[in-house]
């Protein structure tokens, strides 16, 4: 799995004098902060980088659903099963806003589909950790969704206006996405002495994984000084992490739980929070296809893509059957 990147070609920052006077002016309207529109001239690089962006947030919108899925099920209430139900199918919607961003730039959602299932393409590696008690469907909601917002409420404002658009409505959703978790945490961190003790053990698994989600440190990240230039990322990696353990911190004192990280001190000079670095060795194992439910995430994908083959099949028959119709009326009524 992972075997081979998507390439890009985007990972050095090309200079303004080594630029072509189109990808000159192409730069210059984005310094200006003007949206880049699907049918309109872009880099190459620039596509190949949204693609990429896009295609993984996309699959990882889609593979995401599987760890909440998981508690449908077994969801203590009827009201939280409703409740989980409605996020899960979200998540597919926001799925297919961005298959379809991505279909702006010349990709086929069945391409994307293929470089998923055959892991040349990426989902967020939060993803391939398991969700084992119900306080961890909390703790989704309370940090992976919390982490998601943090990250992509500033790419509403992202060069690409189709990017841009999908991921407004996408932030309203993930904002009650993120309180349906801090309601579940609650409850379990005001429950019995059981309950908080496995809301702890949620957020003591989740913390290091949700701050993975921002993806490398900004000296490892290899990616990001282009894609800021072009807009297409509007922070950093670390930036984001900062605000993220700054928001999230108070959240966590509120519900009487800690934070599994002993060297975590306010710090007054920089006005936030000094905070250990997730473990990275575990963070690219898990890139590398080696976390603890990789490969159980890609063939539930793979035989929902197989098992669902019927079902396309029989979708452009009937709308074969019904364009044939209309475009010969009368030899069809006979
Ligand atoms: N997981 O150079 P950078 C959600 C890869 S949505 C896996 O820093 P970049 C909703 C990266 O692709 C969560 N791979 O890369 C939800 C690159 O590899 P490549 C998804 C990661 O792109 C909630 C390499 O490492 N959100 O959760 C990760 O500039 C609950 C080098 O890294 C988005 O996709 C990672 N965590 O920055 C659903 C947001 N981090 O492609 C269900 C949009 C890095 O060269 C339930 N994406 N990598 O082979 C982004 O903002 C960026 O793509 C980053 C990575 C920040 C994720």
New binding site residues.
Partial sequence: M?AQ??Q?DATHVRKLDEMSPEERAFQERIDRGEKIEPKEWMPDAYRKTLI??IG??AH??IV??L??GNWITRAPTLERKAILLAKVQD?AG?GLYLYCAAETLGVSRDELTELLHSGKM??????NYPTLTWADIGA??WL??G??IM??VP?QRTSYGPYARAMIRICKE?SF?QRQGYDIMMKMAQGTPEQKAMAQDALNRFWGPAL?????SDK?????AQ?MAWKI?INS?DE?RQKFVDQTVPQAKYLGLTVPDETLRWNEEKGGHDFAEPDWSE?FE??AGNGPCNRERLSARVKAWEDGAWFREGLVAHSEKVAARRAAPRAAAE
């Fill in positions: 992972y990147m998507v890009t990429r962006q993984q947030h990882s919108e995401g659903q760890p909440e998540e926001h990426k989902y967020s590696s939060i993803f989704v909601g992976v969704d982490a998601a990250n992509q790419l993930e996405h993975m989600m921002f993806g490398p490892e990240s290899v990616h990001s894609s990322k990696n984001l963070f898990v890139l």
